[in-house]
Nanobody, 117 residues
């Protein structure tokens, strides 16, 4: 069974940091580019970061550039998102995801990140 299990969320004060993890199983993790997507209350999904299969190429949305860092450990089948200098507008459900070669997407269950004083 293919699984993406998101973890590491929680509540943090503005300016704080969190590290999200996404544990992958049931497929060959190293064969797929991976993404982090977030959805804030009342808003649509926002693609915030991508990483290629080897980890050497990354993309960040302008909203998180310079504050968030995506990485992966193919030996551990795990994707990470280090989030620094968090802002209240970063409050959202965060999902890891990847696109199968067929074009459909696989999603994690989502993890809540709340930035509030």
């Amino acid at each position: 069974e293919v699984q993406l299990v998101d973890s590491g969320g929680g509540m943090v004060q503005p300016g704080g940091s969190l590290r999200l993890s996404c544990a992958a199983s049931g497929f060959t993790f190293s064969n797929y580019a991976m993404s982090w997507v977030r959805q804030a209350p009342g808003k649509g999904p926002e693609w915030i970061s991508n990483i290629n299969t080897g980890g050497g190429s990354t993309y960040y949305a302008d909203a998180v550039k310079g504050r968030f860092t995506i990485s992966r450990d193919n030996a551990k089948n795990t994707l990470y998102l280090q989030m620094n200098s968090l802002k209240p507008e970063d409050t959202a459900l965060y999902y890891c995801a990847f696109r199968w070669f067929s074009g459909s997407y696989q999603w994690g269950q989502g993890i809540q990140v709340t930035v509030s004083s």
